[in-house]
């Protein structure tokens, strides 16, 4: 009958808004995500900043990979590398589109290889 749809529909739709709104809600980072427009992006915005940071410049500045996590905005732990063998790990946030700010660092972290893990840590007050 229609009121028997009308339930299995409604029972539907609330399962499936849960179940996306559950994975939503996780707040952990995505798997590793090889290097993209959008992150070469936001890495050239950061570029400046990074080598201010450091206190020195950067021969390269080329994303490998990255993973994200959405929050009230997005924060994105980024593999960069900055010369033949060094990379630095470098964690920044990016707010909300609606507040008009761009991205900044929150976590920079140099002397790293290739093989080392993007780990996922508080930046302390030592970092900043």
């Known amino acids: 009958t229609q009121s028997t749809w009308g339930l299995l529909a409604r ?3 609330v399962r499936t808004l849960f179940r996306r709104f559950h994975r939503i809600m996780t707040g ?5 995500i090889p290097a993209d427009a959008h992150i070469a992006e936001v890495v050239s915005i950061v570029k400046n900043a990074a080598e201010a940071r450091a206190g020195k410049h950067f021969h390269k500045f080329t994303p ?15 593999k960069i590398q900055t010369d ?3 990379y630095i790990h470098m964690h920044v946030f990016k707010p909300l589109p609606y507040l008009n700010q761009g991205p ?6 140099e002397n790293k290889t290739l093989a080392d893990d993007l780990d996922v840590r508080a930046p302390d007050a030592e970092s900043m």
Do not use: C, K
């Open 84 to 86: 033949d063998h060094e």
């Open 64 to 78: 490998i990979r990255y993973t994200r996590q959405i929050v009230a905005g997005v924060n994105y732990r980024i």
């Open 28 to 32: 952990g980072h995505s798997a590793f």
């Open 11 to 13: 029972r539907f739709i």
């Open 104 to 109: 900044e660092i929150t976590l920079l972290e």
